[in-house]
């Protein structure tokens, strides 16, 4: 034991945020700067949704992790334990949550000199574990309370939901949220069209929180 509690030690979340390169945001430079040939006094709203709509969402914060979770559980009859039914294991695994905006839900409109976006709250997109960094240690079990498929499935369901609140309380969606707005004003700013005949203003809505 004195070896998994060294490791659940040196497995505690690595808590980086790290920046993602989107590629995919030049696309939508060449694709307004494409539509925009044909007519060049102005842009639309409908042509601007269109090229967030094709780059769907935009990844900007990921979260990666490493962590130590120990499952435990005994079988109970009228709300009490029963002895001797304890089944438990340990559990060392790698996750990435990544975060950004889903740019399907963006509204646009244009109000004279006025170029308004207003973009959905930051949200997680995507929440994965590495399934070959898993490793299972001190697993015991009896034959009132063998350990199944499905206790592996609810503790990695209950982990995950623990590491994204563990995320969150870390700032992924607020800085996921100001890094939006950072690049999406960077390149529209950069298209000329927009940049010499509109004043740009970008709005995301603040992230709901439940607890």
């Known amino acids: 034991m004195k070896i998994l ?4 030690k040196s497995k505690k979340a690595i808590g980086g945020v790290i920046a993602i390169i989107v590629l995919v945001i030049a696309i939508f430079f060449a694709g307004v700067h494409y539509a925009s040939g044909s007519n060049n006094d102005k842009i639309t709203s409908t042509t601007i949704k269109n090229q967030l709509t094709e ?3 935009l990844a900007l914060y990921s979260y990666d992790y490493s962590k130590v979770g120990k499952f435990s559980n005994k079988l109970s009859f009228n709300g ?3 002895p001797l039914t304890q089944k438990t294991f340990i559990i060392t695994y790698d996750g990435s949550i990544k975060a950004g905006i889903d740019l399907k839900q963006a509204k646009i409109s244009i109000d ?3 170029l308004n976006i207003t973009l959905p709250a930051a949200k997680i997109l995507s929440h994965g574990i590495d399934e070959n960094s898993i490793e299972v240690y001190d697993e015991s079990s009896n034959i009132f309370n063998q350990i199944s498929i499905n206790d592996y499935k609810s503790f990695a369901t209950k982990e995950k939901k623990k590491n994204e609140k563990e995320a969150i309380s870390n700032g992924i969606l607020e800085k996921s ?4 707005e950072q690049t999406l004003t960077t390149y529209l700013q950069a298209i000329p069209e927009i940049k010499d005949h ?3 203003n970008i709005t995301i809505e603040n992230t709901k929180t439940d607890e």
């Open 177 to 180: 949220k100001t890094k939006a």
């Open 5 to 8: 509690d060294t490791l659940g």
């Open 112 to 114: 004279n000199e006025q």
């Open 55 to 57: 780059i769907n969402e």
């Open 198 to 200: 509109y004043k740009l």
């Open 80 to 82: 009490w334990k029963i």
